[in-house]
């Protein structure tokens, strides 16, 4: 019996990796986000699209000598949520997670889905990363608002980016990973981020040919109709 339970739960580790990776799986990915927001201390690094899931790379710096952030999971007070910009009477998309929350590149956790919040201290220049994640928004999604809590929207000191544009596999705009790097420097330049935040562009992947979406499997999205708003 023992002998069984061991072989079990081994299978099981050997499992957990492939099921977690299978879930993952990009489609394509867009290095160079089109929205608008309300201040520029944050930005979107990137957007990947998976069979199942639209996750948001997200990058903040501290403004504070001695601040707090706070990151709220599904159950939190503020929890980010997903409208379609163009119909908000629809369902919203609501958090499933937020993956790898860094500071200074450090992992701080690799996970919130259970808990409620996590908070860090930080310091000024200190800069936080995270994976925003949600379900993939059906085909006629197009435009996206990205908000940090119900009723939210027009609290500037919140983390809210407007019209995000959901590009489709095979949009000309999507980008390569090198001017993903160029522009969070120069973000991190502007705001006087920790040095540990910069990036090597010598280090970005050559874009490999991201296949097309199976629409048997996955929603093909139209091309979307906004660009970058000052």
Not at 146 to 165: M, P, S, W, Y
């Amino acid at each position: 019996m023992k002998r069984t339970l061991t072989v079990a739960l081994l299978l099981l580790v050997l499992l957990i990796p492939n099921i977690y990776s299978q879930e993952l799986t990009i489609t394509h990915t867009d290095y160079k986000p089109n929205y608008r927001q309300w201040q520029s201390a944050y930005m979107i690094d990137r957007i990947d699209y998976t069979d199942n899931r639209i996750i948001f790379h997200f990058r903040f710096v501290g403004s504070f000598k001695m601040g707090i952030a706070t990151f709220y999971g599904p159950k939190g007070e503020f929890p980010w949520y997903l409208e379609n910009a163009e119909s908000p009477n629809d369902p919203i998309y609501e958090l499933l997670e937020i993956r790898n929350i860094r500071q200074n590149q450090l992992l701080k956790a690799e996970r919130l889905v259970g808990l409620k919040e996590l908070a860090f201290n930080y310091t000024t220049g200190d800069v936080f990363t995270c994976e925003i994640h949600f379900a993939r928004p059906h085909k006629h999604f197009k435009l996206a608002h990205l908000i940090e809590g119900i009723g939210q929207r027009n609290e500037t000191n919140h983390f809210n980016a407007f019209d995000i544009r959901l590009k489709p596999a095979d949009d000309p705009q999507l980008g390569k990973e090198v001017d993903m790097i160029n522009t969070i420097n120069a973000f991190v330049r502007k705001h006087k981020g920790n040095p540990a935040n910069y990036l090597n562009p010598a280090q970005a992947r050559e874009p490999s040919r991201q296949r097309s979406d199976d629409p048997k499997k996955q929603p093909k999205m139209d091309e979307g109709v906004a660009g970058m708003k000052d």
